[in-house]
């Protein structure tokens, strides 16, 4: 498939609120693979369609945290479309939180610990899971993506400041 470009910050795109995905089609999974190939060419562990252009309800995970006989992760992507969360616990958990649109900057993000999401598969069935960890955590900063929102939106107005200083000086070499 395809390496697509990555939508960075201060890119608008950023920050559109994504439209939900009518109807599942070949162009569909084909367009899901070709950001699960862009997910792995920048080494993430999540992308939103938004991220590579696409204002669709559209994301892609893979935490890689299975291992094969030889101790290697081993690679297990999976296709969210039109994903919702639909409860939240009170209790949080902080992680510290990177993204593909903002690269090489990270900031600790409470989120909620524990959070329960409804979404179709490429096949087009509806699908209800409570999520805990790094997974919570992932879906919940990739549906940010589809509201127009950004892991840097839940830090402080400094930390906030201070990653885009870093970054613009990353980028200046």
Not at 14 to 36: C, G, H, N, Y
Not at 43 to 49: H, R, S
């Amino acid at each position: 498939m395809a390496v697509l470009p990555i939508v960075e910050v201060p890119d608008p795109r950023l920050r559109l609120i994504s439209k939900p995905v009518a109807a599942i089609t070949d162009e569909t999974r084909a367009f899901v693979q070709d950001m699960i190939d862009t997910m792995y060419d920048a080494n993430g562990i999540g992308l939103a369609a938004i991220q590579v252009g696409l204002d669709s309800r559209i994301l892609v995970i893979d935490l890689q945290d299975e291992k094969d006989e030889d101790d290697k992760p081993v690679k297990a992507p999976h296709a969210y479309i039109n994903p919702e969360v639909l409860s939240v616990s009170e209790e949080t958990s902080t992680y510290n939180e990177g993204c593909l649109s903002i690269p090489e900057q990270y900031a600790d993000v409470a989120r909620p610990a524990a959070c329960r999401v409804r979404w179709q598969d490429e096949q087009g069935a509806t699908h209800e899971e409570d999520l805990t960890g790094l997974l919570a955590t992932c879906m919940q900063h990739e549906i940010d993506h589809l509201n127009g929102v950004l892991f840097i939106d839940h830090i402080s107005r400094l930390k906030r400041d201070m990653v885009m200083k870093k970054l613009t000086k990353l980028r200046r070499g």
